[in-house]
């Protein structure tokens, strides 16, 4: 079946932040043409392209990016691979869906395209849940792969022992996405610190439009979370844009200015140059 094209804005007010060299989107998806959505997963109401994300990057003057297979392809990361190949290994990576069967020479077929870890959703529509965690992990340790976990940070008290044993490094993803925001003072906040103080858990800025009550442009409910995290461990950190938005509805469709504007807020200048560039630089190997 045909998907429509893009019809999302790539390009309008500039930012108030202007991003440093070699600024890093650690979350985007794309959706390209002749591949369709999988069994499990949402449908793709429309295209995201690579040409669709560079016109938004040039917009948003980052440079570099990190590609996540979205719900819709499932296990299938074909078009991640294709995707891949028209940004060039130079600027772009990847986190694709990998299960416990997924076989060595998959994994390495996927490393030499620039794939450097495996998505677990622990959310409706994701292909790979927390309870198969640990196993993928043990397919992909010893390829310096990372797995990148996103689950309701309210059930943290649920999958904080899995966590605990995961080896290699890790995600927490979209701010510890908190459905429905806590205070920073909570004791899933302290939890996640803890991890972190681990020494494998790295923490993603993203996505704080989808579980804000209060809206952008300052998600003030949500806010306070990330800005704990970054006070408290600045060298683990990664910020990403989340487009295009497919997890809310048009309507509630947020500014893409306003979520790298967000850091101008939440980080100084150091730190902010620590989340766009050198903290992704080291995890990805850019």
Not at 43 to 70: C, D, F, H, M
Not at 71 to 83: R, S
Not at 92 to 115: C, D, W
Request: net charge negative.
């Amino acid at each position: 079946m045909s998907i429509p094209e893009n019809t999302r804005p790539l390009t309008g007010p500039s930012p108030r932040f202007k991003a440093p060299a070699g600024a890093t989107d650690c979350h985007v998806h794309v959706f390209l043409p002749g591949f369709e959505a999988q069994s499990g997963g949402p449908q793709i109401a429309e295209l995201a392209t690579v040409e669709n994300y560079k016109a938004l990057q040039q917009w948003l003057g980052l440079s570099r990016v990190v590609i996540t297979q979205p719900n819709a392809y499932q296990g299938n990361n074909e078009a991640l691979v294709k995707a891949l190949e028209q940004f060039g290994p130079d600027v772009a990576r990847a986190i694709a869906v990998i299960t416990p069967e997924t076989s060595r020479q998959e994994i390495e077929r996927l490393h030499e395209k620039g794939v450097r870890g495996a998505r677990i959703m622990q959310l409706p529509g994701g292909a790979v849940g927390i309870d198969r965690m640990l196993a993928v992990e043990d397919v992909i340790q010893d390829m310096g792969w990372h797995l990148m976990v996103q689950f309701n940070g309210r059930n943290l008290a649920d999958y904080y022992a899995e966590l605990e044993k995961i080896k290699g490094r890790y995600i927490i993803d979209h701010i510890g996405k908190f459905i429905d925001p806590v205070s920073a003072d909570d004791r899933r906040v302290d939890d996640i610190l803890r991890l972190i103080d681990k020494g494998n858990a790295w923490f993603k800025i993203c996505g704080a439009y989808e579980t804000s009550l209060t809206g952008g442009p300052d998600y003030a409910d949500v806010a306070p979370i990330a800005k704990r995290v970054i006070e408290h461990a600045p060298d683990r950190v990664i910020w990403g844009s989340n487009w295009p938005h497919v997890g809310v509805k048009r309507a509630q469709y947020p500014s893409d200015a306003e979520q790298l504007d967000v850091l101008l807020d939440w980080a100084d200048e150091q730190t902010r140059q620590k989340i766009l560039v050198d903290n992704p630089a080291f995890l990805y190997g850019f």
